[in-house]
């Protein structure tokens, strides 16, 4: 079964999304780009014993929860590449509420009252949470841990939701499903540091450089007492130059900032591990082979910094 053509089938029969071809050439856009976060649901529900037909569902909703984060992201962010700089502001401003709505009634359509009333609530709350941080985003975060408030308001809750209604729909438990949040929750936050690296460490300087933000190793190389501080905020200042950006970079390696945050995504990937392994799932594969796509990328990057024996730090 492709998961990606059910859903948008799936979509498609919302009279909202047939009555606004807008929002329809948009599910049809994206579902074409086969986005890996939309497997999320059904990883979930296959694992807890589940089918693709009954995490359907629970993948549009998601589908569409992500389109309508993706929108307002992209505005918040001043993407070029957003939708909004196409349609116009005011369009992707309707239509990220519009999405929002219709992820919210593709899970009115599950025929079992306490999962589909579950499973709407927490839709609602993980849309709330992101607004929130977003919200949050916006303002930057100005030391650790409103850098963690944030990355739990923002990041997590998508992660969190997405696995939960997968697993409800798929016939978990309320203790399952819940075990399978949290497991989301700590898969969201390694992803967040996992693209913090990446964003600060590439080049041209990518915009959480130029707007003056703070992801995780840049505000590390900011806060924390080390020799290089003083010079690391000064090159902020001039960071589009390439070779302020390449000192800079060179900092974030030599302070203990990439180190640091790669500790911080290893912390989280053996919780995760630890937490699976307690979880009673059927199948545990389709949840478990969401952590090697991370990892692998993560061991290159510290081969790259000059860090070694990966291995030992993943097993420790």
Known sequence: ????????????????????????TCIQRVTAKKLPDWQLPLRACLAVGGTADQATPAVAAIACAQMSIILVDDMLDDDPRGEYQRIGMPSAANMAVALAAIGTEALTRNKQEMVRITA?????????????????????????????????SKSSPFFRAALYVGAL????SMFTAEQLAEFGG???????????LN????????????QGRFPLPILFAHLVDHPDREQFIALRRHIANPKA???????????????YSIDQFLQRYHAAQELLSQINLVNKDPVATLLEPLINPVKALYAEVGLTNFDEAVDH
């Not at 927490?122 to 408030?149: C, F, I, K, R």
């Not at 964003?199 to 130029?210: G, K, M, R, S, V």
């Open 120 to 152: 709407v609530n927490a839709l609602n709350e993980m849309l709330s949470q992101t607004a929130w941080g977003q919200y949050l985003d916006v303002q930057n975060p100005s030391d650790e841990a409103a850098y963690w408030h944030l990355v739990r």
């Open 245 to 259: 950006l390449a000192e800079a970079q060179r900092i974030l390696i030599r302070s203990g900032a990439v180190s």
């Open 199 to 210: 964003d600060t460490l590439e080049t041209p300087a990518n915009p959480d450089w130029l």
């Open 1 to 24: 079964m492709d998961i990606y053509r059910a859903t948008e089938t799936f979509l498609r029969e919302i009279p909202v999304v047939q009555s606004w071809p807008e929002i329809e």
């Open 169 to 172: 729909l798929g016939g978990a």
């Open 186 to 196: 700590l898969y969201g936050e390694m992803i967040q540091i996992h693209d913090d």
